[in-house]
């Protein structure tokens, strides 16, 4: 008799993408979650863009099962504040994680990806972030520039790709006009797509690091965040 799992399901939930390679990154890290939770129903869906949306997610799972939303986003913005919230009703026993950001584990991620840009001590470091009409996924971000620059012992620039203030190319601008040095670009995107490939437009020839997800194996550390977020639910429930 096959033998019926009692963990909640996880339902990995990002944002979207129709790049065919932020799509492969992203897949990749679901699959990472679920060799690290053989016990579980693991699933992937989106709450734009791309199929299966929330709801199609949710209704795939057997009904009535409890369920842990684990959003595959870098803050909490109106995707996880709202999006998530409405886009799951009706579905019992669903309880919505934490955002993957702020967190150690992803500064981690960011230098790792810094490393082969070879930053020196006197280059400037603008972190290039998305951008949320929520000014608390913002604040979200810029405290992982804090955090970043704690690491490097020095200060980082944010500059926001969307929504917010200042823009990207501007903070590029700003440092060089400041600094007179190179300016380097750390990515806080989680995978390739269009914000990764506007970054680098916007950047103005200054480096752009890759985003955390690429084409490689994902980080041990960014798979060890996303079952976090569902163990810390899970544990709350027990």
Do not use: W
Not at 75 to 96: C, E, M
């Amino acid at each position: 008799m096959e033998r019926v799992s009692t963990s909640p399901a996880l339902v990995a939930i990002s944002h979207g993408t129709s790049s065919p390679a932020g799509q492969a990154a992203v897949s990749a890290l679901v699959a990472s979650v679920a060799q690290r939770l053989p016990g579980v129903t693991v699933r992937l869906g989106h709450v734009d863009v791309q199929q299966p949306d929330v709801a199609a997610s949710l209704d795939a799972l057997p009904e009535g099962s409890p369920t842990v939303i684990v959003p595959l986003l870098l803050s909490a913005g109106y995707h996880v504040r709202v999006d998530l919230t409405q886009q799951s009703k009706g579905h019992d026993g669903v309880v919505i994680a934490s955002a993957l950001g702020p967190d150690p584990r992803l500064v981690d991620a960011l230098l790792a990806r810094l490393e082969p840009l070879a930053p020196a001590g006197d280059d400037t470091v603008v972190l290039a972030v998305a951008g949320s009409s929520d000014d608390r996924a913002n604040d979200d971000c810029r405290a992982i520039g804090a955090m970043l620059g704690q690491r490097l012992g020095r200060d980082i620039a944010v500059g926001f790709l969307a929504a917010a203030e200042p823009r990207l190319g501007a903070a590029v601008a700003e440092a060089r006009s400041r600094t007179g040095g190179r300016v380097v670009v750390a990515n806080y995107l989680l995978a390739p797509g269009y914000f990764h490939d506007l970054a680098v437009q916007l950047a103005d020839g200054a480096p752009v690091a890759r985003p955390l997800l690429d084409d490689d194996e994902p980080m041990a550390g960014l798979v060890d965040l996303v079952v976090d977020r569902y163990q810390q639910v899970r544990a709350l429930s027990d």
